[in-house]
């Protein structure tokens, strides 16, 4: 069963921009923290960027200012604003969501503070 579904994945060019989307599947009734990993080749997961059931923010250095976390009202679906693609945001992205509040671990990035994990969508960014 997927819990989390991501779309708007592609292959653009370094300086281009793409939006990523993630629906809530009806398996999750309460996703008070969400956010954005990645994995890029050869690289483990990591972080991208966070938001709470507020629509409080936190992003990793290396996005910030050209990345962009938003959540709709009914706080089932996430997106991301990816601008000014870069070759090293080419990876895999998955959203992620818990049922709890965004606390340090959830800020830290830390994998297993999120139970619930999308599939994943593929951004190549080519130079």
């Known amino acids: 069963q997927v819990q989390l579904v991501e779309s708007g994945g592609g292959s653009v060019q370094a300086g281009g921009s793409l939006r990523l989307s993630c629906a809530a599947s009806?398996?999750?009734?309460?996703?008070?923290?969400m956010g954005w990993f990645r994995r890029a080749p050869g690289k483990e997961r990591e972080g991208v960027a966070i938001?709470?059931?507020?629509?409080?923010?936190k992003y990793t250095d290396s996005v910030k200012g050209r990345f962009t976390i938003s959540r709709d009202n009914a706080q089932n679906t996430l997106y991301l604003q990816m601008n000014s693609l870069q070759p090293e945001d080419t990876a895999m992205y998955y959203c992620?969501?818990?049922?709890?509040?965004?606390?340090?671990?959830?800020?830290?990035?830390?994998?297993?503070?999120?139970?619930?994990w999308g599939q994943g969508t593929q951004v190549t960014v080519s130079s």
């Open positions: 992620a969501a818990t049922t709890i509040r965004c606390a340090q671990a959830h800020y830290m990035f830390y994998v297993q503070a999120f139970p619930y």
């Open positions: 938001i709470t059931n507020n629509g409080n923010t």
């Open positions: 009806r398996y999750i009734y309460s996703t008070y923290c």
